[in-house]
């Protein structure tokens, strides 16, 4: 596809990833992609040799153009995304964190190929495994398969099935129309992506070529699961204000299916005779809470409460 591909930025987030970096970076470097590769720099003031390592590869491969960014201050995520997309100039922009990696040497390539015969979609993401680093448990975020499926923001609110931005890539004109206000509250992949699909629809390829990576050093692993929904939970309101009410709906029933999930994580502190009304609960957030979330709270929540998942888990599948 060489005559029709044009040229990418590939945004690195980094922050203390020396660990994980060379990974991320072999990746990246093995992909099958004729065009031009901006490689934008973003780390956070990383206080090990993460940097190090990154400029190791300068060199490596003439595609790619080495574009760093002032790493004298710490930002914090958010900050570190808007500038980090400011930066790129590239038709279309890649992310990928520096704790993540790609196992596809074809995901630019199909991305941007899904980009250009598909102008419904201003973001292409893919499939992906996640891998909890400290047990050693890998799973597909949906089943392997060659397709592809178009997404809309209202069932991207309902499950975020893109993930995180190692999954996604867009056209950069989509990022130059996210709203400034969205920079000045705690913005993740999430909600990003809702405010662009609110005008597009979602390509989602369906065969898994990226790697979200859960493990100690992180800030989200490190995060206490329970804190992590009531956080959520405590921003959507400002996520409804932001996409200007049209999801409110949306918005409410998934708020009110946190409350559920945090309602029975917090029984985890009770004995195992869990009361009925409870029990007659859990059904519902199963069936309404995305995998992801149903994944990471049975890795932390008390062994009584994983008996009681797993059983309601395993009558909701069977029927």
Not at 49 to 70: N, V
Request: hydrophobic share 40%; proline share 3%; aromatic share 10%.
């Amino acid at each position: 596809m060489s005559d029709k591909t044009r040229n990418i930025s590939v945004l690195l987030v980094s922050f203390n990833h020396q660990k994980h970096i060379r990974q991320a970076l072999d990746a990246l470097i093995e992909q099958r992609f004729d065009g031009t590769i901006e490689l934008v720099v973003a780390d956070d003031k990383s206080t090990d040799d993460t940097l190090t390592i990154i400029r190791e590869y300068e060199g490596k491969d003439a595609r790619f153009a080495f574009k760093y960014l002032d790493y004298s201050e710490n930002l914090g995520i958010t900050k570190n995304y808007k500038r980090g997309f400011a930066a790129c100039t590239g038709e279309y922009v890649a992310v990928l964190e520096g704790d993540d990696y790609w196992t596809s040497p074809l995901k630019l390539e199909r991305q941007a190929e899904f980009l250009r015969d598909h102008w419904e979609s201003d973001l292409c993401s893919v499939n992906y495994f996640v891998y909890v680093e400290d047990s050693a448990q890998i799973s597909a975020r949906v089943a392997a398969s060659q397709g592809y499926r178009l997404i809309s923001a209202r069932e991207l609110i309902a499950d975020n099935i893109v993930g995180n931005f190692s999954t996604c890539m867009y056209r950069r004109t989509a990022l130059t129309r996210i709203p400034e206000k969205l920079f000045d509250i705690k913005s993740y992949d999430w909600i990003t992506n809702i405010v662009i699909a609110k005008s597009t629809l979602i390509g989602f390829l369906e065969e898994p070529m990226s790697v979200y990576r859960l493990h100690g050093g992180g800030v989200w692993t490190q995060t206490p699961h329970i804190e992590k929904l009531k956080a959520q939970l405590d921003l959507l309101p400002a996520y409804d204000e932001l996409t200007e009410f049209v999801f409110h709906d949306d918005f409410e029933k998934l708020g009110s299916h946190l409350r559920h999930v945090i309602k029975v994580s917090q029984i985890g502190h009770a004995t195992e005779a869990v009361s009925q009304p409870v029990l007659r609960a859990v059904p519902a957030f199963v069936r309404y809470t995305p995998p992801i979330i149903l994944m990471m709270l049975k890795l932390i929540v008390p062994v009584a409460v994983k008996d009681l998942l797993s059983r309601v888990l395993n009558r909701s599948r069977s029927r």
